[in-house]
Structures are given as structure tokens and as C-alpha cells.
Nanobody, 123 residues
Framework: QVQLVESGGDLVQAGGSLRLSCAASGSTDSINAMGWYRQAPGKQRELIAAISSNGITNYADSVKGRFVISRDKAKNTLYLQMNSLKSEDTAVYYC?????????????????WGQGTQVTVSS
């Protein structure tokens, strides 16, 4: 069993920054690649960033240049640094993990899911 617990969501003004964290516990040896996806009310799920087991990253165009995904394997923790936030970034952000090694940008390929943390950006 793998548990993923997100933290760091908050209310922030447009243009501000926020860092999300995701703590993994349980059978963490089964996690290779990880990622973040978000879902806003009335919108489709969007996988925005992923990182492979060896640190290769991928980003959705909507966040490229503003968000940075990183991980600390020793702490079993995934991060998402979000800068230059916009009102359209408002969503629930979820941490995901997969047994595969590639930084997949398809949610369907992920095996483990967190419960989410709310990010609200006020304009």
C-alpha cells in the first residue's frame, strides 16, 4: 500500500507563489515516477507536471516556465513550486505516483493517488 498526502494549498494573490508538498508513505519502493494534476470545478482533470525516477521532468504548456516539480527521494517527498500564479490556476491539486519510470503525462498510467489540496488564486 502507498499513501500520498498533499499539503501546502492556500489562498494566494495573483502573481504570488506557493509550494505544494506530497509525502509518500507505505510501500514507497514501488513508486518511480510521480506527478501533479489539478482539477477545477467544471473543468477536466489536467496533469500539469511529472518527474521520472531519474529526475527528467515534463510540464503542461499551461504551467511551463512558472511551475517547477522536484523530489527528495531520501524524504519520500514530492514538491511543486508554483510562481506567477494566475486566477486560472485555482483548482484542487493532487499528487500521483506510478510504478513505471517515465514521467508520463497521462493520468491513466498512474497507480497511486492523493486526496488533494486546494489552491485558490485571487485576482
Amino acid at each position: 500500500q502507498v499513501q500520498l498526502v498533499e499539503s501546502g494549498g492556500d489562498l494566494v494573490q495573483a502573481g504570488g507563489s506557493l509550494r505544494l508538498s506530497c509525502a509518500a508513505s507505505g510501500s514507497t519502493d514501488s513508486i518511480n515516477a510521480m506527478g501533479w494534476y489539478r482539477q477545477a470545478p467544471g473543468k477536466q482533470r489536467e496533469l500539469i507536471a511529472a518527474i521520472s525516477s531519474n529526475g527528467i521532468t515534463n510540464y503542461a504548456d499551461s504551467v511551463k516556465g512558472r511551475f517547477v516539480i522536484s523530489r527528495d527521494k531520501a524524504k519520500n517527498t514530492l514538491y511543486l513550486q508554483m510562481n506567477s500564479l494566475k486566477s486560472e490556476d485555482t483548482a484542487v491539486y493532487y499528487c500521483i505516483g506510478r510504478r513505471g519510470e517515465r514521467a508520463s503525462m497521462s493520468c491513466a498510467t498512474y497507480d497511486y493517488w492523493g486526496q488533494g489540496t486546494q489552491v485558490t488564486v485571487s485576482s
